[in-house]
């Protein structure tokens, strides 16, 4: 367990460099375990789920080992063992990306259900639908997914609803399937261009279409590759938002603007100061933030991952901001903590006349009373407290209203959550000027 200090008041000022992308990493050394060679990646973050999956994949019988201050080689060879120990699904959501990996391999996959954040329940149908086209055989079984198939097959499959890891499920699986598979409604987010990238390194054959289309031929062998991991633009969307609403002044090395272009379009919309450049973005605070609304939503839209992070700022914003959370169903964790260190944030839910077609989660697993959206009023001179962090982006979300109070917050990280995404980011915000430890 840590425990955070954070002694807020300070304006963060300086430079703070983000590395590889927490929702590409991880995915990526599990691609590397299609091949038939051993792989290099490039640009890790030192974050807990890259060693995570790590520590699983040596326990199959392959390789993760880092051979430098970033990189890790994933080495396949000696894949041999097709069932994940059940309580690595409990640390991490990455346990169902194992199996196209142990697929191709064995024809038999077990593993547990995914756990990580608790920000809602993870659609898993829509990536056991597709696995069962491509011709696999799924049963659950005491807390454990057992998929089965002698050899997959090419397919066409629709998604009934946008699912970012479900993409990612289907096209490990499909690129050594038999035949050609399309996916339609497809997640379009940056990390999935960046497995697409690696995956056709390797020899895969895949390409994304308009429309939100995916085509992939299948091919009997890959090979391993070298590749670097895109930033991680959640890192970036943290510090950008921790300067403004601390009234500073950072560059964030690395950063691409492609990667953020809603978020950017939001900064301008709120009269908050950046400038992009080789480097990277720099976020600066110009005079009074404005309120504005905002309504989360699959990529390209506005990440749901951003919105705790924008809320905190929004706090220190003149008047009313509303967010509209579509994406995620128990995104709001977060509020209940914020108000008790003096925000003003109201929770209620928006008249929507077609909530199925609104909402990206699946309305059947809501439960009663909660609520979709909030009502954030601003400026409140927040005031520290003394909290245990849910999940990931609460901790974050909490860390930053610490450096924005004008007194002492302490946040106790049970399980670390913060670690899952951020790379010892009370030194980050040390480096920057602010008070902050760990005990």
């Not at 439960?367 to 409140?380: E, F, L, N, S, Y």
């Not at 610490?402 to 010892?424: F, K, M, N, V």
Request: aromatic share 6%.
């Amino acid at each position: 367990m840590s425990t955070f200090i954070v002694n807020g008041g300070k304006p963060l000022y300086g430079s703070v460099r983000v590395g590889g992308a927490k929702n590409a990493s991880y995915k990526l050394m599990l691609a590397a375990l299609l091949a038939d060679t051993p792989s290099r990646i490039l640009n890790f973050s030192h974050i807990s789920d890259v060693q995570l999956v790590a520590s699983v994949i040596n326990s199959l019988g392959a390789k993760a080992t880092q051979i430098g201050e970033r990189a890790y080689m994933i080495d396949p060879t000696h894949l041999t063992h097709d069932e994940i120990d059940p309580s690595s699904g409990e640390a991490s959501r990455a346990s169902t990306l194992f199996i196209p990996a142990l697929l191709a391999k064995f024809g038999r996959a077990v593993v547990p259900f995914p756990g990580g954040d608790k920000i809602g329940t993870r659609p898993l149908d829509r990536h056991f639908d597709g696995l069962v086209a491509l011709g696999a055989k799924v049963e659950v079984k005491d807390n454990s997914i057992i998929v089965t198939a002698t050899k997959l097959h090419g397919a066409n499959y629709r998604f009934r609803k946008s699912t970012h890891t479900g993409t990612e499920t289907l096209i490990m699986a499909a690129v050594k399937a038999v035949g050609t598979t399309t996916l339609e409604n497809c997640a379009l987010e940056t990390e999935i261009d960046d497995l697409i990238s690696f995956l056709n390194s390797m020899g895969a054959q895949i390409i994304r279409k308009p429309n939100r289309i995916i085509e992939i031929v299948g091919v009997p062998h890959l090979h391993g590759a070298i590749h670097k991991i895109m930033s991680d633009h959640n890192q970036v969307v943290s510090f950008a938002c921790a300067a403004l609403a601390t009234k500073g002044d950072v560059i964030v090395e690395n950063a691409d603007s492609r990667d953020i272009e809603v978020f950017l379009e939001k900064l301008d919309a709120i009269g908050a100061g950046y400038e992009v450049g080789h480097y990277g973005i720099r976020f600066y605070y110009t005079g009074s933030l404005r309120s504005t609304n905002i309504e989360t939503a699959v990529h390209p839209g506005f990440k749901t991952d951003w919105q705790p992070l924008w809320a905190t700022m929004m706090t220190q914003a003149d008047g009313v901001s509303i967010i509209h959370e579509t994406v995620q169903e128990t995104r709001f964790q977060y509020v209940e903590s914020l108000n008790t260190m003096g925000a003003e944030i109201e929770l209620f839910n928006p008249e929507v006349i077609n909530p199925d077609q609104t909402y990206n989660f699946n309305m059947d697993i809501v439960k009663p009373g909660t609520m979709h959206a909030a009502r954030v009023t601003g400026p409140t001179q927040l005031h520290g407290g003394e909290f245990h962090v849910k999940d990931l982006r609460h901790g974050a979300t909490l860390m930053i209203a610490g450096l924005i109070a004008q007194d002492t917050t302490i946040l106790h990280d049970d399980q670390e959550h913060i670690d899952r995404g951020y790379e010892s980011l009370e030194e980050v915000f040390q480096a920057l000027g602010a008070t902050i430890k760990r005990q």
